[in-house]
Structures are given as C-alpha cells and as structure tokens.
C-alpha cells in the first residue's frame, strides 16, 4: 500500500518539478539575452509601432 501511494505522489510530483524548473531556466536564459543586447546595443530604445 505504502509503495502505490510513494508511486502516485511521484507521478504527480515530477512533471511540476519539471514543468517549473523549465520555468526557471527559460527565465534565467530570457533575463541574460535581454543583458546582452542591451550592452551590444548601447542607447538604442524600442520604437513605437500604430496597431
């Protein structure tokens, strides 16, 4: 019994942990790629476009 409730919790576990950690990680990337242009490209701005 101990054993079919351990595999449930971790059938449920995992994927979230993967889920978020993914998360995680494409933050991390995004914030570091958002540094760098802003230093390859120094006082350049986005520029407004009509819809």
Same mark, same amino acid.
């Given at each position: #019994?101990?054993?079919?409730?351990? =595999?449930?919790?971790? #059938? @449920? =576990?995992?994927?979230?942990?993967?889920? #978020? $950690? %993914? /998360?995680? /990680? $494409?933050?991390?990337? %995004? +914030?570091? =790629?958002?540094?760098? %242009?802003? /230093?390859?490209?120094? %006082? $350049? +701005? =986005?520029?407004? @476009?009509?819809?």
């Amino acid at each position: #019994m101990a054993g079919a409730i351990a =595999l449930i919790v971790a #059938m @449920l =576990l995992i994927p979230v942990a993967v889920i #978020m $950690s %993914g /998360a995680a /990680a $494409s933050a991390i990337i %995004g +914030e570091f =790629l958002r540094r760098d %242009g802003i /230093a390859r490209h120094p %006082g $350049s +701005e =986005l520029l407004e @476009l009509e819809d």
